[in-house]
T-cell receptor, first 111, second 113 residues
Framework: GQQVMQIPQYQHVQEGEDFTTYCNSS?????IQWYKQRPGGHPVFLIQ?????EVKKQKRLTFQFGEAKKNSSLHITATQTTDVGTYFC???????????FGKGTLLTVNP | NAGVTQTPKFRVLKTGQSMTLLCAQD?????MYWYRQDPGMGLRLIHY???????AKGEVPDGYNVSRLKKQNFLLGLESAAPSQTSVYFC????????????FGQGTRLTVV
């Protein structure tokens, strides 16, 4: 897979505030996946984006894939304490077999 | 439907000891992966398999070996454990390799002293 950079590494918000994490690549990505890992848990798949400019929504979560397919974002509207965890982006690169993860963004929410 | 099951869940090893981590999936997936997770490093791919009888190296394969003798099982071996291998290990499986959802096991927390 191709290396992706995730920013920020950490984000602390007050409950009700919005949150955004970004995943950036220097090369074009064939796809981007997003996972959530709760503290002490395992990564759980959220969504996959494959098309240029694609936008998908899951309740308060909005996922975007950039027009150039070099970046992606995950936006959470009005965070809740249940949103706490680490959010990872991942991509397959050119191999189709491997799945390479970014370093993740740890979100903490103050109630 | 158990999904992906890892055993053991916790283990403490002494430097130089060997052990095998077992990953079993009941979804008939072709692709299976072993990752390690360390603070601030994300998930790093150790080895992976694209089908029964196949294995390939990932980003950090040194010090580990793997085998996929049966489609449903993917074993990760540490021949001579080192403190640098203290980590949380996750197994994952997928229908479509890197092009589709990966399902993760609960993880194995390994400490090498």
């Amino acid at each position: 897979g191709q290396q992706v950079m995730q920013i920020p590494q950490y984000q602390h918000v007050q409950e009700g505030e919005d949150f955004t994490t970004y995943c950036n690549s220097s090369t074009t990505l064939s796809n981007i996946q997003w996972y959530k890992q709760r503290p002490g848990g395992h990564p759980v798949f959220l969504i996959q984006l494959v098309k240029s400019g694609e936008v998908k929504k899951q309740k308060r979560l909005t996922f975007q894939f950039g027009e150039a397919k070099k970046n992606s974002s995950l936006h959470i509207t009005a965070t809740q304490t249940t949103d706490v965890g680490t959010y990872f982006c991942a991509n397959s690169g050119g191999s189709n077999y491997k799945l390479t993860f970014g370093k993740g963004t740890l979100l903490t929410v103050n109630p | 439907n158990a999904g992906v099951t890892q055993t053991p869940k916790f283990r403490v090893l002494k430097t130089g000891q060997s052990m095998t981590l077992l990953c079993a999936q009941d979804m008939n997936h072709e692709y299976m992966y072993w990752y390690r997770q360390d603070p601030g490093m994300g998930l790093r791919l150790i080895h992976y398999s694209v089908g029964e009888g196949t294995t390939a190296k990932g980003e950090v394969p040194d010090g580990y070996n793997v085998s996929r003798l049966k489609k449903q099982n993917f074993l990760l071996g540490l021949e001579s454990a080192a403190p640098s291998q203290t980590s949380v290990y996750f197994c994952a499986s997928s229908w479509t390799g890197g092009k589709g959802e990966a399902f993760f096991g609960q993880g194995t927390r390994l400490t090498v002293v």
